[in-house]
Structures are given as structure tokens and as C-alpha cells.
T-cell receptor, first 111, second 114 residues
Framework: RKEVEQDPGPFNVPEGATVAFNCTYS??????FFWYRQDCRKEPKLLMS???SGNEDGRFTAQLNRASQYISLLIRDSKLSDSATYLC????????????FGQGTTLQVKP | NAGVTQTPKFQVLKTGQSMTLQCAQD?????MSWYRQDPGMGLRLIHY???????DQGEVPNGYNVSRSTTEDFPLRLLSAAPSQTSVYFC?????????????FGSGTQLSVL
């Protein structure tokens, strides 16, 4: 089993739709969680951190479920500019610097 | 404010050649790392450093060497290139020593080994 797993998609949605991605992690003692966004042929950029109580940034909501060992990203009112690959990132329990990336979920928002 | 500067952007090597990918950051970050990204595999950690003079192996270190003589620079050396090292390489840095904070990435190097 991979340490961090994501459904690679692609998720094809119309503009204005709500879409959600999940990411599961295998180590229950993992410490920190993040969502990164990567545009085609570009470097990843931090979208948002994921906090235990859940957090929201505009149209984006991130949630953490430690009991089931997954994090989620919800995008409301999808825009064409949201088309990208979304990477789930987990910090292992020892927090030694070995960040673990999921393989990414591709979102394509269509007019 | 340059951030993380990674060079070259593209490189073609023949099997057995050696080369160094350069990475420099001007944000005084303690943590620096190298990743490779392959289709369907996500980003995999090659080597990382939590400060000058300290380096450690990541998930896929074989065939690569690193050094961290200064806070700013973290070069990645391919000792004897192999076709399996064809990939996109990213350098990244963050303020804290553990990498558990916001990562800043370089723009990537597309490497092809023939």
C-alpha cells in the first residue's frame, strides 16, 4: 500500500460545479497535511494547509479525518482556472523532512 | 526576490555521462530538498538537507549525490546517468528545518538520458 494515495482522475466537471478530492494516508501518526496545486509543466505551489478542525479559503475547504486517515479538498463554484493537478502532501511522524507526496488528482473544468 | 533558482531547465545526456543540477535559494531557508516527478508516480524525494553540512537520503537516492556547503546552495549530482533517470527534477526549500512548512519550488529541470 502506498503511504499516500489519491485518485488520479481526471475529474471532468462543468464550470460552477462542486468537486471533492480525497487523499488517504497509511501512517496514523502522520503530523501535518497540505494540498498543493500544480499547473501543467510547472512547479507545485502550496494551496492550503489542512488543520484538524478543518479550514476554508474562499471557495476551497480542506478537512482532516484522523480516524479514517484521509484528508479532503472541496472546491465550490469551479472556475476554468481551477484546472490543474492537486497534490496531497503528508509529513511523517518523525517530522524529519521526508515529506510524502501523493501522485496527484487531475481536475479539468470545462465551460 | 528570486526565491528558488534551478538550472538548467532542460538537459539531454548520454548514458554514463555525469552532470550537476544547480539549486540556489535566497530566502535563508534551512530546509532544501530534491524531488523527481514521473508520470503516475507523483513527486519522490531523492535527498534532503535540514541545514548547511547536513544531508540525508530520501526515497530514491541511488545514483545521486548531494552536498550542502552553504545555506543557499544544494546541488544534485548524477554520477553516471542512466535512462531510468529520465524525469523532471524539482528543487524545493522551506524556512523550518523539517520541511513541514510551506515548500517553495524551483521551476524544474527536464532531464532526458539517452
Amino acid at each position: 500500500r502506498k503511504e499516500v494515495e489519491q485518485d488520479p482522475g481526471p475529474f471532468n466537471v462543468p464550470e460552477g460545479a462542486t468537486v471533492a478530492f480525497n487523499c488517504t494516508y497509511s501512517n496514523s501518526a502522520s503530523q501535518s497535511f497540505f494540498w498543493y496545486r500544480q499547473d501543467c509543466r510547472k512547479e507545485p505551489k502550496l494551496l492550503m494547509s489542512v488543520y484538524s478542525s478543518g479550514n476554508e479559503d474562499g471557495r476551497f475547504t480542506a478537512q482532516l479525518n484522523r480516524a479514517s486517515q484521509y484528508i479532503s479538498l472541496l472546491i465550490r463554484d469551479s472556475k476554468l482556472s481551477d484546472s490543474a493537478t492537486y497534490l496531497c502532501v503528508v509529513t511523517p511522524p518523525s517530522n524529519t523532512g521526508k515529506l510524502i507526496f501523493g501522485q496527484g488528482t487531475t481536475l479539468q473544468v470545462k465551460p | 526576490n528570486a526565491g528558488v533558482t534551478q538550472t538548467p531547465k532542460f538537459q539531454v545526456l548520454k548514458t554514463g555521462q555525469s552532470m550537476t543540477l544547480q539549486c540556489a535559494q535566497d530566502m535563508n531557508h534551512e530546509y532544501m530538498s530534491w524531488y523527481r516527478q514521473d508520470p503516475g508516480m507523483g513527486l519522490r524525494l531523492i535527498h534532503y538537507s535540514v541545514g548547511a553540512g547536513i544531508t540525508d537520503q530520501g526515497e530514491v537516492p541511488n545514483g545521486y549525490n548531494v552536498s550542502r556547503s552553504t545555506t543557499e546552495d544544494f546541488p544534485l549530482r548524477l554520477l553516471s546517468a542512466a535512462p531510468s533517470q529520465t524525469s523532471v527534477y524539482f528543487c524545493a526549500s522551506s524556512y523550518g528545518p523539517t520541511g513541514g512548512e510551506k515548500l517553495f519550488f524551483g521551476s524544474g529541470t527536464q532531464l532526458s538520458v539517452l
